[in-house]
């Protein structure tokens, strides 16, 4: 149970001098309080024995009033400390997860779902954060507030009725252990469907429109429905077992307040005390329940953030399997070699990739066309580097890839792929994402090679136009073209199109591929497409089925092959004449 707040040492070691301030306030306010139930039971005694003068009433008048002034300052001192802290304690989560996330490559998000992850990034780093903040407040304000009324009780009444009054308490502190148990148990259940449910509502935005094609509106509706019942189910049963704790506490008290009365009016009835000391002694008592029931929602606050803090963990120690790179700095591009290179995908059952045999020199342009499934993306994955590198050999000239810094290798590829991934910024914004300090010039330029000059044009705000969720919808098509300007604006060492040009016409995708021929002489291009005009002029066009390369060559060389690629370039010829 306490093991979160273990966790979280370094945080309260980097932020000792605020929770050394709260403690100190805190010791310094629980005195003041308690110092108010001794002076009532004065007064009270001062009555019976009719001794209260005006002189002393005016003292004790004075004493009280000036504890509670001091009491409630510093509570107010230790609270703000304290709850500070638990802020910073978010901050710093959040800025260690997402840090992570960037670091992660695509293996990690295979594991976790996007729902899950924002789930444990947001509840679960606040749970965390409640066990910095209002954890330790319990832990150190009730302990100190429950040790001080005790010792109070002993010292200012008497042990012996103190001893006897608590000891019901014995019983109490058993049963919250095994309630807690239960609270972790069903709160980690609570929070997996949470993570659930967070990833439905996001499948759902997303399929927004096939579902409404599908007309598949109430199907969800039932469904989310199904799930937001269990959820409440589930949420329930945490908020059951937590509802027993002051209950709890209330029905142990009252054994307490029982012996109390019982035991404490016999040692009045002997002398041994006095009404004041039992009328004080039962202030004490009314006094010990907060702590008592804090102490219960200690528990309570201490297993949920254990239960978020193993799920935050869970995250923050998954890697991603990529192997140490090395500490090489890459320039400039070389040939890329890769010899026998096998893969396989973590989760598949068969190899993706086989003996993948190939040079790419620099400066060249390569084509990678292949029927649905046969590897083109598992190839360009590998040339990415987002997966761990397969058997194999895989160089850049002389050098293994993994020689090379990893990080600072992306910096040659400017990458377009297949699922066009916009920000919901303006289309400058977008474009210049590749290459941060871009003029208007060369963004313009970029428009240019991808062909999307027309089509700014049309856009009343021109490069100012908001794009995606804040701004207007643009076709896929357009989508493809501003992807494609953001890759050139960098104008890479490697450009890597990943069927990239599937939503434009076969006249825009003829331009686009003589632009870029153009303006990347020396460079080197991977175009993979399932269009084989796209890959016509390309150096060598390899041919993949089955994570094999079947077929390589020139266009004309494989023209002359007459296998899988005459046939299809044929297919596709006659289609595009057709449609013309
Ligand atoms: N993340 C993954 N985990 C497991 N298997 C995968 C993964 N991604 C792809 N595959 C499998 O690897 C094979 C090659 O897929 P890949 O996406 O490389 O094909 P592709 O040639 O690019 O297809 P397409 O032209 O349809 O985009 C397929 O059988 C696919 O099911």
């Known amino acids: 149970m306490f093991s979160v707040m273990f966790k979280l040492k370094d945080f309260f070691k980097q932020n000792k001098k605020d929770y050394l301030i709260s403690f100190f306030t805190m010791i310094a306010s629980n005195l003041f309080s308690v110092f108010i139930p001794y002076l009532i039971g004065r007064i009270i005694d001062s009555i019976i024995k009719q001794e209260l003068t005006g002189a002393l009433l005016m003292k004790f008048g004075g004493a009280f009033l000036f504890s509670l002034v001091a009491a409630y300052l510093l509570e107010f001192t230790w609270s703000y400390y304290l709850f500070t802290g638990s802020a910073k304690l978010q901050r710093d989560m959040r800025k260690n997860m997402m840090a992570h996330f960037l670091k992660m490559r695509a293996s990690f998000y295979e594991k976790f779902r996007v729902g899950d992850l924002m789930a444990r990034s947001t509840q679960d780093i606040r749970s965390i954060s409640d066990t910095a903040g209002y954890g330790m407040m319990v832990l150190m304000n009730a302990t100190l507030f429950l040790v001080t009324i005790i010792t109070m009780m002993g010292v200012s009444v008497s042990w012996r009725l103190a001893l006897f009054s608590l000891f019901p308490l014995i019983f109490l502190a058993y049963t919250f252990g095994k309630v807690g148990n239960i609270v972790e148990k069903r709160y980690t259940i609570a929070q997996d469907a949470f993570s659930s449910l967070n990833n439905d509502v996001l499948e759902v935005i997303d399929g927004i429109r096939v ?50 009365f019982g035991y404490g009016a016999y040692l009045v009835s002997q002398n041994v005390l006095t009404v004041g000391d039992i009328v004080a002694f039962q202030m004490y008592l009314g006094m010990i329940v907060w702590p008592i029931i804090s102490i219960g929602e200690l528990t309570n606050v201490l297993r949920q953030g254990s239960a978020s803090m193993i799920r935050v963990e869970e995250v923050l120690d998954t890697k991603d399997n990529m192997e140490e790179s090395g500490l090489k700095l890459i320039e400039t591009a070389d040939d890329i070699i890769m010899h026998g290179l096998d893969f396989q995908y973590p989760s598949s059952t068969d190899k993706n990739l086989k003996q993948i045999d190939i040079v790419i020199p620099k400066g060249k342009m390569l084509g990678v066309v292949g029927k649905t499934g046969a590897g083109k993306t598992t190839f360009l994955r590998q040339l990415l580097r987002q997966y761990p590198l397969g058997e194999g050999e895989f160089r850049y000239g002389d050098t293994n890839v993994l020689d090379y810094q990893g990080r600072h290798f992306q910096k040659l590829i400017g990458y377009v792929p297949q699922d066009h991934v916009l920000f919901s910024r303006s289309v400058r914004e977008n474009i210049a994402f590749g290459k941060g300090s871009a003029t208007d010039e060369e963004i313009m330029e970029s428009v240019h090679i991808a062909a999307f000059e027309d089509d700014l044009l049309r856009m009343e705000k021109g490069l100012d136009t908001m794009i995606g969720e804040k701004g207007v919808s643009i076709s896929g098509g357009q989508k493809q073209r501003v992807s494609i300007a953001r890759a050139l604006i960098k104008d890479p060492e490697i450009l890597i199109l990943d069927d990239s040009l599937s939503a434009v016409d076969a006249k825009t995708e003829q331009k686009i591929i003589a632009n870029i021929q153009n303006v990347r002489k020396g460079k080197t291009t991977i175009i993979s497409t399932h269009r084989l005009s796209a890959v016509k002029q390309a150096d060598e066009i390899v041919v993949l089925e089955d994570g094999v390369i079947i077929e390589r060559g020139t266009h004309e060389a494989l023209l002359k092959l007459g296998g899988w690629y005459y046939t299809q370039f044929l297919r596709q010829e006659l289609k595009e004449g057709d449609e013309e």
């Open 211 to 260: 579902i409404r094609a599908y007309v598949k509106e109430e199907d969800y509706v039932d469904t989310f429905r199904k799930e937001t019942e269990s959820m409440l189910g589930k949420n329930n049963k945490v908020a059951e077992a937590n509802a027993l704790f002051t209950p709890m506490v209330k029905f142990f008290i009252t054994f307490s307040n029982i012996i109390a």
